[in-house]
């Protein structure tokens, strides 16, 4: 079943519409269509909660920032990604809005990815689950399941992670 963050960290009731933006240093080879695979990513969270989500320009405030992360970290508490392969991706607990992408591994923008390569949008479904509170799940056909394959996609939200945001807001 789905669980919560240590302490059930929330946003407030009051934030309901959530701003994200990208940046966007650092580009990516196979991520042209990031910004749609993202925005496909939130409506379906969107879908089943309180929460509308709106992409902002780079130099506006949002309380989500997502961008693509090398193995270099962008600040002295930030390691740095660790090259292709092993973590793929990661995001905080509310409400730090934080959502990297390690910009080292074969991501894949289309609709069908190739064998080895990683689907942004499922991944991208996963780590919002993180930002809005879910941890890991022990359902295996749950986005907040821990195991995910190259060359397969995983984009729809299961029950699990349904009742897991309802009960969390
Ligand atoms: N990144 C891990 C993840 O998102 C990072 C992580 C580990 C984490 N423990 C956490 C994030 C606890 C928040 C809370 O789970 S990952 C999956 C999986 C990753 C993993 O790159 O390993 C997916 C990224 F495990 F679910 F398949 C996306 Cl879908
Ligand atoms: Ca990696
Ligand atoms: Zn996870």
Known sequence: RYRFFPGNPRWPDSQTELRYRFLTDIQVPGTQNLRSSVARAFQKWAQVSQFTFEEVDEDEDSEIVIGFHGMQGRSSDDPGFDGPQG???HAFAPTRGIF???ADED????NSPGPSEIDLESVAVHEIGHLLGLGH???PEAIMFPTFEAGTTKRNLDSDDIEGIRNLY
């Open 100 to 102: 990297h992408l390690d």
């Open 107 to 110: 991501w894949s923008g289309d």
């Open 87 to 89: 973590t793929l991706a």
């Open 137 to 139: 799940s022990q359902v």
